[in-house]
């Protein structure tokens, strides 16, 4: 049987017309045998719904903080609307998905982050409030989703067994669960086309790196800004027998199906 492939995909893809082009090759996919789980994010959309209730965004080293009213808008926004309509593309694109959280079948199972510290945010421990970490997943589930040719669609939010709910990083829970799958491949979608020498500069993407390279070109100022967490987190999996992982963006039709098949033609390999 095939090893299953995990695609992550950024709140920034889901809200826009490029989540038609994916589901396309989604299905051209799933139609040569391919067992896909979809995992989404929703972070722009989830600051938007905050402004418009009036509700203030707290940012420490770049994550979000996630008191009680926050989480209500992680609900509303992930596993309501934004997985209610990237399902809704998937069946337009003849796919038969099913949409999921944390507590549906504690398919992510989570604890509530400890006080930490992180570079950046001094040297005090922060509580991110209603932020999880994520301690496993039900994947005898998915297997049962995929042997009656179901495509499961992810929202980031994870639970405990006392049925507490919490706010995971979308990059975290994509990597993890390709990691606890042994994925073929985990393709992380983002706004972006790959990893750039300049970033302002398209034609400068770096087609292939190892870790070791990209350790390096983190090293050298080459890779800034978000693109260092999203690959170090990669990296973090890549040894955990996930095959390869790919950073891709701006997607036109067909180019998904052509990563699968010819590896660093479309955005950033990493091995």
Request: aromatic fraction near 2%; proline fraction near 5%; charge should be neutral.
């Amino acid at each position: 049987m095939t090893r299953p492939i995990v695609v992550k995909i950024g709140g920034e893809v889901v809200g826009s017309g490029e989540a038609a082009v994916l589901a396309g090759d989604l299905r051209v996919l799933v139609d040569a045998g391919a067992r896909i789980a979809i995992v989404h994010g929703g972070g722009p959309q989830a600051t938007e719904l905050q402004k418009r209730l009036g509700l203030p965004t707290t940012q420490i080293a770049g994550r979000r903080v996630t008191d009680a009213a926050t989480l209500d808008v992680m609900k509303m926004v992930l596993a309501g609307k934004l997985n209610v309509d990237l399902c809704a593309t998937l069946l337009a694109a003849g796919l038969s998905p099913v949409g999921l959280h944390g507590a549906s079948g504690h398919v992510i199972r989570a604890t509530r982050r400890p006080p930490k510290t992180y570079p950046s945010a001094g040297p005090d421990p922060v509580d991110l409030g209603f932020v999880g970490d994520v301690t496993g997943y039900n994947l005898a589930l998915l297997e049962t989703l995929w042997a009656a040719h179901h495509v499961p669609v992810i929202a980031c939010l994870g639970a405990d067994a006392t049925g507490g709910i919490y706010n995971i990083n979308a990059d975290l829970v994509g990597n993890q669960l390709a990691a606890a799958l042994k994925a073929e491949r985990l393709f992380l979608v983002t706004s972006t086309p790959g990893v750039l020498r300049d970033v302002g500069d398209p034609s400068s993407r770096l087609t292939r790196l190892t870790c070791a390279e990209a350790r390096q070109a983190i090293a050298d100022g080459v890779v800034t800004g978000g693109m260092i967490p999203k690959l170090e987190e990669a990296m973090a999996v890549i040894d955990q027998g996930v095959g390869a992982i790919h950073i891709l963006g701006k997607l036109a039709a067909g180019d998904l199906v052509r990563a699968v098949r010819e590896p660093g033609s479309v955005g950033t390999t990493l091995v």
